[in-house]
């Protein structure tokens, strides 16, 4: 009796434990950044009003709730900035996922292949750039990338170009330095994916007469969709919200939703509208996170 209740205690801790981290450090930020977006603007300590004070009684609380409006979300669609930054960040996103994917996937598909003894040393080499600080990789491509740097050299040297290529403050430039960043996102799922495949299918799928090509694209592609949906899922979701890569590699036309919530967070101050653009960009992002969770729970009831 003892034991059992002592695994009763142990399975609710379990339990628990999650749910308690998801509300500390999901649910609560998330609804403080929602009421700082129902705010207004103020030149004050935090930088807007209501601020929400419970030693204010039941008459102060009607009036913070009072005084809250959805005056930063009206201003999010009256300003086409912030609806093209979505939109920028949307295309950025999904262009660098797909080439992502069209170069992880061949490369996971290797790592798959390769001979047992040689796949730990291979996935090291992935992810072995983020052993180093992914501020200073992001300078790295800055000294490549500029007029006089090595990849003009290494093109000139080559006859390639007769002139120095302006590469740094243009999308590809951005496009570079997401692809190489997140590379490691996207071959980690699809190795994992791809290293469980069982060899007896593509055996049996030759014995048929089936062609490699149509093997591949009949068997291999559908049996490593999930991790296909994971590594992109991985890559497209961080990319929107991406900081570092358009601000130091890109240049105004190549602006994301990142740079406007830093800027208006602390540049203009204005934390209202800077949260209500973090609230937008969360519900954005939440369907496809919902959709993939649908799914994975659907494969696993079919599993069963």
């Not at 009607?62 to 005084?67: L, P, T, V």
């Not at 992002?285 to 599993?303: A, C, D, F, K, S």
Request: hydrophobic share 55%.
């Amino acid at each position: 009796m003892k034991d059992a209740t002592h695994r009763d205690w142990t399975t609710r801790a379990a339990i628990f434990v999650p749910y308690a981290w998801l509300i500390a450090f999901l649910l609560l930020p998330f609804l403080i950044v929602l009421k700082i977006s129902l705010s207004q603007t103020a030149i004050a300590q935090p930088p807007y009003v209501p601020v929400f004070d419970p030693a204010a009684g039941w008459e102060g609380m009607k009036d913070f709730f009072a005084a809250l409006s959805l005056d930063s979300y009206l201003g999010l669609f009256a300003d086409q900035l912030y609806a093209w930054s979505y939109w920028k960040s949307i295309q950025v996103a999904a262009i660098s996922t797909a080439i992502l994917l069209l170069i992880a996937y061949p490369v996971a598909y290797a790592l798959a292949r390769a001979p047992r003894r040689w796949q730990g040393m291979l996935v090291l080499l992935v992810v072995l750039p983020f052993w180093t600080s992914f501020l200073i990789r992001v300078y790295a491509w800055i000294n490549i990338l500029q007029h006089d740097g090595l990849l003009n050299q290494v093109l000139l040297a080559l006859r390639i170009v007769d002139a120095p290529v302006s590469w740094l403050a243009t999308d590809h430039a951005v496009y570079l330095g997401i692809v190489y960043s997140y590379f490691p996102f996207m071959v980690l799922p699809l190795y994992a994916a791809l290293e469980k495949l069982d060899p007896a299918l593509l055996e049996a799928a030759a014995d048929l007469g089936c062609p490699p090509s149509r093997t591949f694209f009949a068997v291999t592609v559908p049996l490593s969709l999930p991790g296909i949906v994971a590594g992109c899922l991985l890559c497209f979701i961080p990319i929107v919200g991406e900081f570092v890569i358009p601000d130091l590699l890109g240049s105004s036309s190549t602006s994301m939703i990142g740079q406007v919530l830093w800027l208006e967070f602390f540049g203009n101050r204005d934390w209202p509208v800077a949260s209500a653009l973090a609230v937008v960009l969360l519900l954005i992002l939440v369907p496809p996170i919902l959709i993939y969770r649908q799914r994975e729970t659907r494969q696993l009831e079919r599993g069963r």
